[in-house]
């Protein structure tokens, strides 16, 4: 059986089951870590005094999201960062580890729709954690240019669109001189 089958097979798997326990979801990924590891020794071996991915991935930790979409090869390709908002100065040390000192030729920032962060930073948060109106303070920026009087959903596709603006700018400047490098 291939690889890919084996892998199909073992999140068939994982979308049935239902964990009770803690101890029936570390078995489990006890067990795949074990096939993992003797399907993938060699690379394994490989990588293991150093990565090479080739993009520094900047995401939110949405659920929904499928990392596996554009990999070819899972491993050593993407070095990811995830955060609500998709931000490069929530995790800024991250980010600048995966594009100056792994020297990956693409910064990525991937954003999507019906984000629930987002979302939340339209309404009133302010009697939010400390720490999440932290991570929603990050966004102000961005929801100044947001009509408050339009239709919510606009707004929501609005400030998902000004979030990823504001963060490709962020990016640019901080990243200029390698993006004009090539």
């Known amino acids: 059986e291939s690889n890919l089958n084996i892998a199909q097979n073992q999140l068939l798997n994982l979308q049935k089951m239902h964990f009770n326990t803690i101890k029936q979801f570390l078995s489990y990924l ?3 870590s074990e096939v993992f590891s003797s399907q993938q020794a060699e690379k394994i071996h490989q ?9 520094t991935l900047v995401t939110c930790p949405d659920s929904r999201l499928d990392m596996e979409f ?8 993407v070095f990811t960062i995830r955060n609500i908002w998709n ?4 995790n800024e040390w991250s980010v600048e580890y995966g594009v100056e000192h792994l020297e990956t030729p693409i910064l990525l920032i991937l954003w999507h729709t019906n984000c629930g962060a987002v979302k939340a930073g339209l309404k009133d948060y ?17 929801l100044s240019e947001v009509d408050k009087n339009a239709d919510f959903h606009k707004q929501w596709v609005e400030w998902v669109k000004k979030n990823l603006d504001l963060q490709l700018e962020i990016a640019y400047e901080k990243f200029k001189s390698r993006v004009e490098e090539g």
């Open 47 to 55: 990588m293991a005094n150093a990565q090479h991915p080739k993009i």
């Open 87 to 90: 931000t490069i100065l929530a």
């Open 30 to 32: 006890k067990e795949n």
């Open 70 to 77: 554009f990999r070819i090869d899972p491993l050593d390709t």
């Open 126 to 142: 302010h009697h939010c954690s400390p720490a999440i109106k932290r991570e929603l303070n990050h966004l102000e920026a961005a």
